[in-house]
């Protein structure tokens, strides 16, 4: 397993993609935080299914300081699914077969040390949100609440539900092993189908209860705040709930995949 470990962070670290995606998070994750956290300042409220909801100071900052797990998490999902989807695109699949056989062990290796990387992306993506969040906060003359323990743990929880976001990436892409595709499906869920399911969930009664459930949802919970629900569209999950559930994402892509995809020849 050790071996396997290796192989797979050098496989990557080697490569350009991750550092350019890594550098787009930040860049895209600061200009969201700048342009929330003016929006915000300017009125102190959102809107809501039933009209507009005020914002405390707290909620303000939160909501603000939560973007990246919120609306930035795409990039370490697509790293996570590049980190399998790669190896049938460029047929290196063979090879790292070859070296080790143990298909399960090769997977799980994916799944540990993408997790690890995803906490680089999940540090980035805080930081990037914060620094300017906070910022442009201050420059209006608002709190920060930097030195809040509560904020404090927000944060943290962010870089861990970023990196868990790049092992559910990893389990899609040992279900979805075409890299075009996996791309496509992932980018048109979190961007448009998974939002549009959230606001009509918020304005039919029945579907409020299978919201907090969706993918997007669990890993806003394990922040405890969101754009979404501070504006009233949806409830959340407790903390620990959207971690389960989130990981469960993971594991039962990753499962299928490996009873799926991995289970065949492969030449």
Not at 65 to 78: C, D, E, R
Not at 178 to 198: G, M
């Amino acid at each position: 397993m050790r071996a396997a470990l290796i192989t797979e962070y050098r496989k990557l670290v080697t490569t350009r993609l991750w550092w350019i995606l890594l550098i787009a998070m930040a860049l895209y994750m600061a200009f969201l935080a700048a342009v929330m956290a003016w929006t915000l300042t300017q009125g102190n409220e959102m809107s809501t299914a039933e009209g507009g909801v005020a914002l405390t100071a707290g909620e303000l900052t939160r909501v603000v300081y939560t973007l990246a797990p919120s609306l930035g998490y795409v990039f370490p999902l697509i790293v996570g699914a590049l980190a399998m989807t790669n190896e049938f695109r460029h047929q290196t699949i063979t090879p790292t077969l070859l070296a080790e056989p143990r298909r399960t062990v090769v997977l799980g290796a994916k799944l540990v040390s993408t997790g690890v990387f995803g906490l680089v992306f999940g540090l980035v993506g805080t930081l990037a949100t914060v620094g300017v969040g906070a910022g442009v906060l201050a420059a209006l003359g608002e709190q920060t609440y930097l030195t809040d323990p509560d904020v404090l743990r927000t944060l943290a929880l962010s870089v861990v539900a970023l990196a868990v976001w790049a092992v559910v990436g990893v389990g899609f892409g040992t279900l979805l092993t075409n890299q075009v595709a996996a791309i496509v499906v992932l980018l048109a869920f979190t961007q448009f189908v998974e939002p549009v399911l959230r606001v009509v969930f918020g304005f039919v009664s029945w579907a409020k209860g299978i919201a907090p459930y969706l993918p997007g949802a669990a890993g806003e919970a394990m922040v405890g705040s969101s754009f979404y629900s501070a504006g009233g569209i949806s409830e959340l999950l407790a903390p620990w709930q959207g971690f389960l559930v989130l990981v469960a994402y993971a594991l039962v892509f990753a499962a299928i995949g490996r009873a799926t995809t991995l289970r065949r020849d492969i030449t």
